[in-house]
């Protein structure tokens, strides 16, 4: 049977209560999900990706999430896709910068806030959730997506 984007969440809140642990979540998932696009924006890709700009490995795994994100919720998918539009957009400016490949910086930024995961996990006192399942994964960023919706009134 299905779950819904509800039941996922409350199964993901158990342990994601501590007001400490979730405010690292609220900065370090979106962080997370920005640097795995990020590491699998420049692996190299078939000749016929660069007909379509911005088309490589990241955003391949940006659609396929969507998809996801489709079938949990239509609403989400929405917001999700407003997340990734700027995640995609900031990956696309990082790279005109030439300070670091954007896959660097990523790799970086993906270290440092899986560290922080980490330690909120140890100040809740219990271990994250994807160790149970792994689509817990997706449904972190859905999970701080459904606060928002809550709090302006956007069903889901």
């Avoid at 979730?22 to 962080?31: E, N, T």
């Avoid at 700009?53 to 999430?65: C, E, K, M, Q, S």
């Avoid at 996801?68 to 998918?77: D, K, N, V």
């Avoid at 709090?151 to 889901?156: D, E, S």
């Amino acid at each position: 049977m299905k779950k819904t984007a509800d039941q996922w969440f409350e199964a993901y809140g158990v342990s994601h209560k501590n007001p400490i642990n979730k405010l690292i979540h609220w900065i370090c998932v979106p962080a997370i999900v920005m640097s795995v696009v990020g590491v699998l924006w420049n692996i190299p890709t078939p000749s016929f990706f660069s007909t379509i700009p911005y088309l490589n490995w990241g955003t391949l795994v940006v659609l396929a999430g969507l998809l996801f994100y489709l079938r949990l919720s239509p609403a989400l998918a929405v917001g999700m896709l407003l997340y990734s539009s700027l995640v995609i957009g900031f990956l696309a400016w990082y790279e005109t910068l030439n300070l670091t490949s954007v896959w660097v910086m990523a790799l970086i930024v993906f270290v440092v806030a899986w560290i922080f995961q980490f330690v909120g996990h140890e100040i809740e006192g219990k271990k994250p959730s994807f160790f149970e399942d792994v689509q817990f994964l997706l449904i972190g960023p859905a999970w701080l997506l459904g606060f928002i919706y809550r709090r302006f009134g956007i069903p889901y």
